[in-house]
Structures are given as C-alpha cells and as structure tokens.
C-alpha cells in the first residue's frame, strides 16, 4: 500500500528537477489534489509559480493546459463554443481547455469578472454547460490560478465568490539566497532544460483519496474547526468602542475546506488522526482569502495572516 510520505517524496524528487525550493507551497499543493480542491497562487513575478503548476501536472501524468487571462479573453474561449456545420446544417460543441485534469488559470486577475465566472461552474458542479448542453469534466478536475499582489492598473479583482470556491490561497515567497545560487549554477545555460516524467497517474491520485477518506478526525477536533472558522465571524461584530476587524467571516465551506485539507496533510505526513497542530499550520492558508477587513482595521496596519492569528491565539486548543 503507498503511503503519504512515499508517494510526496516520489513528486517532490520529480518537480525538484525544474523548481528548486518552495517545498511548502508543494507540499499545500499535494493537499489540494487529495482534498479535491482549488489553489489561488499569489506571489511576485518570477517566482516560478506557473512552472510549478506544469511541472506538477507533468509529474503526476494528468492532462494539463494553460489559459492565459488577458483582458480580451472571452468565456468561450475557456470552456467552449457550438460551431455550425454547414454540411448538414447542425451545431457541434467544441471543447474548450477547461476539459483538462489540472487547469492553470494565469493572471486570472487580468480578465473581467463574465470571465473569471465562466470557471465557477466546472469550479463547483465539475461540469460546463456549452449550448444548452451538460458535459461533464475529466476525473480529477481542478484549477489552480495565479495572480500578482501589487499590480491594480489593468485587472480585475476577484469575486468574492469565486475566491470562496478555492481550496487554499497561497503565497509563494522568494527563494532563499543558496537556493537563488543553485538555480544559476543549474540552469545558467540557456541550452539547459528539465525534462519531467511521469511518476504518478490519475488513478492512483483518485484512490489515493479513499486512503484520505480514512483517516479518523475526532469529534474534538471537528469542534475545533468549527470554533476557528466561527471566531473569524465574531469579529464581524463591533465592540464596545464600536471597533470592527472584518466587514464579512470565512463561510461554511470554509469549515469543509480546513476538514478536508486537515486529513490529507494527516495522511500525507504518515498520520493515521489529525491533530490541532495541523488544523493551526492549514488555517491561514485556508481563511486569509475568505474574511475581509474593515477600513479601521487596514489603516491600523492589520492584516488577513494576523487576524487569523488572534483568532487561534483565543481558541481553546482540545487535549486528545
């Protein structure tokens, strides 16, 4: 029987030959794909973020394709179009490359919002409707998007909707200075490329999810989750001094995201429960794009990574 550490070490050795470093967002990625989830990648330009999307969807064998979001895109152009043939006067539908395994949406900031929406349905329901038509997407289906932090001029922030429906938010930090040195000495010359294999397949990746499914949460444990999500909504309240920190709190579905991606992480470090460390170490990675802070709270210099923070700091820890 695989297990969680084998089969990331297996990835990992695999995508270390085109992207050296980032091993947390990796690992956060891995997690997504057992949890059946959506990534939001923000991070600077150059950081490698869309090599990482591809050289995880050619390590794992999937059917991997790439949109590039400009603001002409058109929701046609990413989940398809009816094409007339004039032979014998019928419509067809063409697929668009929504119809992938592991579907890279770049800069998805860079289109306006009837693009972006045009993701939500295969986002939720796993399935796009072209010309009055349902069809559904290949199995395993999901949607990692990138997008810069400071760039505003040109782009298109996204719904909060849609941001809701993304598993994680990652951030996706500088290497470090000898990491940055051993990408000149390996990749210097320019005649110089990885070449990746496959080492995974979406068979093995979808029964690895029953292993997932497995992995024992205690009842503490779930009403620890249910506690932090909750926490975030209690600030949405004024105090006494009728100071807020958020205009809204994380949603349920963020409960379902922070039990789910706590069991895959449980099952990919060779844990057999999840422990409140882990629902700790998932938490912000899982709310920071689901709250949203009040004018007071932006100018007194808070953050999403530090509200969530307190609000960890303020819930009882279980004792298992």
Excluded at 28 to 56: C, D, F, I, Y
Excluded at 93 to 103: D, K, T
């Amino acid at each position: 029987m695989l297990t969680g550490p084998t089969w990331s070490q297996k990835l990992r050795d695999e995508i270390g030959q085109a992207v050296i470093g980032q091993d947390l967002v990796i690992e956060r990625l891995l997690v997504a794909l057992l949890a059946n989830g959506h990534v939001l990648l923000e991070g600077m330009p150059g950081l490698a973020k869309t090599l990482l999307v591809k050289s995880l969807g050619l390590a794992l064998g999937v059917q991997f394709e790439r949109i590039q979001f400009t603001p002409d895109l058109l929701p046609s152009d990413v989940v398809g179009t009816m094409i007339f043939s004039p032979k014998d006067g019928t419509f067809t539908a063409h697929r668009g490359p929504i119809f992938a395994n592991l579907v890279l949406a770049d800069e998805i900031n860079r289109a306006p919002a009837k693009v972006q929406s045009a993701l939500l349905e295969g986002m939720q329901e796993r399935q796009v409707t072209i010309g009055g038509q349902t069809h559904p997407l290949p199995r395993p289906f999901l949607v990692m998007a990138t997008q810069y932090p400071v760039e505003q001029e040109g782009t298109y922030p996204l719904p909060e909707a849609q941001t809701d429906r993304f598993l994680f938010k990652l951030l996706v930090e500088y290497p470090s200075a000898d990491e940055e040195a051993l990408m000149l000495s390996r990749w210097g010359q320019v005649t110089r490329s990885p070449v990746l294999q496959p080492v995974s397949s979406p068979e093995e990746l979808l029964g690895l999810r029953t292993a997932v499914d497995k992995i024992h949460i205690a009842p503490a444990i779930e009403a620890y989750i249910l506690s932090l999500v909750r926490g975030t909504r209690a600030l949405t309240v004024a105090d006494d001094r009728g100071y807020r920190l958020l205009t809204f709190g994380a949603s349920p579905r963020a409960s379902l995201a922070l039990y789910t991606a706590s069991r895959a992480l449980a099952w990919l470090r060779g844990n057999d429960f999840v422990s409140p460390s882990l629902v700790q170490e998932l938490a912000p990675d899982v709310l920071r794009h689901r709250i949203a802070l009040t004018y007071e709270a932006e100018a007194a210099e808070q953050s999403a990574d530090k509200v969530i923070s307190k609000v960890i700091e303020k819930t009882p820890v279980p004792s298992l």
